[in-house]
């Protein structure tokens, strides 16, 4: 099977044999035609089907559903539900829910075996919790720090102009230039608002939850954080693995 994680911007994908998957893979999408996604999908070969988390809007999905079909392949959107192996969704309308977010906070659920909170950072930051029954406690979501810089950038004219400068500033610690006080700084936002959500959840549940950390912004916020986390960068694939393995009747 193939394994597929469609962002606004990237599409992400492995492929599942024998319950081992590969290693993750990524390329930009933006304004891929449908020869693009079929030549795509020619390009990974030995599959029989797709698993597709896609939060790229129902064009990209037509796009791909008439590639896979054109391939001969069956293809599969995964879309949140209600409750799902064990795991209750915290919406009162769970399809509001964002897919990655679900299939994400799914994955670690079934590879933590304990409380966790799910840190995804992309252009938006959003983080969940889960109890370690299986009770979504519900979710935050936050502009991420590159947004966060773009709407400095777009704001505030003075800030715009001051930090045009490239300096070689140290890698951490308070900064010395506009530049730096930007970027670390809202790096440094969402950081603390994930060590913050963490405490809270751990004084709710009484046991502090385990930190998976995901997304293709996660490496400015990673040595940032004082709570200790897990890198899982393939966490949205993760996840649609451990759907196919509840589809297949498989436990862990």
């Known amino acids: 099977m193939l394994l597929v994680d469609i962002g606004n911007t990237r599409v992400k994908w492995a492929t599942l044999a024998d319950g081992r998957l590969s290693a993750q893979r990524a390329e930009q999408h933006s304004g891929w035609d449908l020869e693009q996604w079929r030549a795509w999908l020619r390009r990974v070969r030995?599959?029989?089907?797709?698993?597709?988390?896609?939060?790229?809007?129902d064009g990209t999905a037509a796009l791909l559903a008439d590639a896979a079909r054109s391939a001969g392949l069956g293809l599969d959107f995964a879309e949140p539900a209600a409750e799902l192996a064990g795991m209750r969704n915290a919406y009162r309308v769970p399809g509001q829910l964002g897919v990655?977010?679900?299939?994400?906070?799914?994955?670690?659920?079934?590879?933590?075996?304990?409380?966790?909170?799910?840190?995804?950072?992309g252009t938006a930051a959003t983080l969940d919790a889960v109890a370690q029954d299986g009770t979504h406690l519900g979710g935050y979501i936050v502009p991420g720090p590159q947004l966060m810089v773009s709407s400095l950038h777009t704001g505030t004219r003075e800030l715009a102009v001051r930090s045009e400068a490239k300096f070689d500033a140290p890698e951490s610690g308070?900064?010395?230039?506009?530049?730096?006080?930007?970027?670390?700084?809202c790096a440094t936002c969402v950081a603390a608002f994930a060590d913050r959500v963490v405490d809270d959840v751990g004084r709710q549940l009484g046991a502090r939850p385990a930190l998976w950390v995901t997304g293709g912004g996660a490496g400015e916020v990673l040595p940032l954080l004082r709570s200790p986390a897990r890198w899982a960068p393939d966490?949205?694939?993760?996840?649609?693995?451990?759907l196919l393995a509840v589809r297949d009747g498989q436990n862990r």
């Open 46 to 57: 030995g599959i029989r089907g797709l698993l597709v988390a896609n939060v790229a809007g």
């Open 174 to 185: 308070l900064a010395d230039n506009t530049r730096d006080a930007i970027e670390r700084g």
């Open 235 to 242: 966490l949205v694939l993760r996840g649609l693995a451990e």
């Open 100 to 121: 990655d977010r679900w299939v994400a906070m799914f994955g670690a659920h079934r590879l933590q075996h304990g409380h966790c909170c799910v840190l995804d950072v």
